[in-house]
Nanobody
């Protein structure tokens, strides 16, 4: 059974950093494109970072501040976030990524990031 368990969120001041983790079970993530998504209240969930093999891509508004990576041995996905802004406040999710950028599987519970002073 496929499952995603995200963690690492919390309250952080503007300019701060966080590292999110996603434990993936049910398939081997190194074989597929994986991504981090976020959902801001009142808006649709959006893909913000994608990784396939060693190739990464990012939404313009996180480019240069966020880094996606994976630990193939432990089937984990990570998102390092630096210079956080108030507009990064959202619930963050991971999933396998379709060619359409949609998630392939059902969603985990996500991890909430709040950027506030």
């Amino acid at each position: 059974q496929v499952q995603f368990v995200e963690s690492g969120g919390g309250l952080v001041q503007p300019g701060g950093s966080l590292k999110l983790s996603c434990v993936v079970t049910g398939f081997t993530l190194r074989l597929y494109a994986m991504g981090w998504y976020r959902q801001i209240p009142g808006k649709e969930r959006e893909l913000i970072a994608r990784i396939r093999d060693d190739d990464t891509s990012y939404a313009d508004y996180v480019q240069g501040r966020f880094t996606i990576s994976k630990d193939k041995d432990w089937n984990n996905l990570y998102l390092e976030m630096r210079n956080l802004k108030r507009e990064d406040t959202a619930v963050y999710y991971c999933n396998r990524v379709r060619s359409t950028s949609e998630g392939v599987y059902g969603w985990g519970q996500g991890t909430r990031v709040t950027v506030s002073s």
